[in-house]
């Protein structure tokens, strides 16, 4: 069965940190449901943290109210960004490992749709130090369970 078959709903999990890679991923993702609907973007950004345990309970409350106000300006760019596109679209962040997270949420997609068609979009980092250690996108391509997309 193709991605083209009537029914199915095409859900792109779209990688989202307001970096220039990433406004291009969600603008390839409203392009594409515009001229193949149905389906839903899903706007994920991910917050992360290589360690809270050495810091205090007020630390972390800090660290989180300003998780929150990061999360409400990206919400408030996608907004901008998929205004005028029509496309259905939601959005969510989480805290962790960015690749891991991005995995879990096509995993959730994946289960509560199960005939329909996940992709995870996100855009590349031109940096040399991502290419030579490995960056999300690189990561995802290795392990991701559904397909993935990455813009340039």
Do not use: C, Y
Not at 60 to 77: M, S, T
Not at 115 to 129: C, K, L, P, T, Y
């Amino acid at each position: 069965m193709s991605a083209e078959t009537p029914g199915r709903e095409l859900h792109l999990i779209v990688g989202f940190d307001g970096s220039p890679p990433a406004m291009r991923a969600l603008d390839t993702s409203a392009r594409l449901l515009a001229v193949r609907p149905p389906g839903r973007i899903m706007v994920v950004w991910v917050a992360h943290v290589t360690s809270t345990e050495s810091l205090s309970a007020d630390a972390v409350a800090i660290v989180e109210h300003d998780f929150g106000q990061v999360a409400r300006e990206l919400q408030a760019a996608a907004a901008e960004r998929l205004g005028d596109s029509q496309v259905p679209w939601d959005f969510q962040w989480r805290q962790g490992r960015i690749a891991h997270e991005l995995v879990a949420v096509a995993k959730s997609v994946q289960a509560a749709h199960p005939d329909d068609v996940v992709i995870i979009e996100v855009g590349s980092s031109s940096s040399a130090m991502h290419r030579m250690v490995g960056s999300v996108a690189v990561n995802l391509a290795h392990h991701s369970p559904v397909p993935v997309t990455i813009v340039p």
